[in-house]
């Protein structure tokens, strides 16, 4: 599939059949906030992403998934992304940076994400891993992925610094495991 020559899919095969699928960039966008949601338990996050993607949900399950994983990375294979650093972590977050999502696609493409009635997902993808690296949100990406070790001096302290500024908050598990730390290190307590 490339979205050069080929119209952008409606559907997924499965089992030889054409599935419809939906494709707004709302929807995948939801996906990623359902799978990255600690309080929905992991045993009902793959129902509610199947009737997110799927208007009636194939009876193959596992194809279905599949094909929605496929649909969600725009029909690339997975690998590296521009969603996480080196390390693996997260460097935007939906809920997060939607101001600086929107400013950025209202800068560079005139976009009102809010206002627009539908975008295809996999274009919406396009745009936003082309984001221009000028704008505020590719800037503080950059200083979320930026590895400063190998960084010297003002530049280090500068990116350190940045990097805590725009720092992406901490899921209360995280927060809560910090705080007891800091508290059994402040007081003695074994960890």
């Known amino acids: 599939m490339n979205l050069l020559i ?82 693996g972590r997260k460097i935007y977050d939906y809920d997060y ?15 009102d994400l809010e206002a627009i009635p539908y975008l295809h997902w996999w274009k919406y993808k396009a745009l936003f891993d082309s984001l221009r690296v000028e704008n505020k949100f590719c800037r503080i990406l950059n200083y979320r992925a930026a590895d400063t070790s190998e960084m010297k001096g003002e530049q280090r302290r500068a990116y350190e610094r940045m990097k805590k500024l725009y720092a992406l908050p901490r899921s209360a598990d995280e927060q809560e495991k910090l705080d007891d730390i800091e508290e059994k290190l402040r007081h003695g307590g074994k960890l």
């Open 6 to 87: 080929d119209a952008a899919p409606e559907s997924v095969t499965i089992n030889d059949h054409q599935v419809p699928v939906r494709t707004d960039f709302r929807i995948s966008i939801l996906f990623e906030q359902l799978m990255l949601d600690r309080t929905v338990p992991d045993s009902e996050k793959l129902p509610l992403a199947l009737n997110l993607y799927y208007p009636d949900c194939p009876p193959d399950l596992s194809a279905a998934v599949k094909q929605m994983l496929w649909f969600y990375r725009c029909g690339k294979p997975k690998d590296k992304s521009l969603d996480s650093d080196n390390s």
């Open 97 to 111: 940076d939607d101001g600086y999502i929107f400013a950025a696609f209202l800068a560079d493409y005139g976009i």
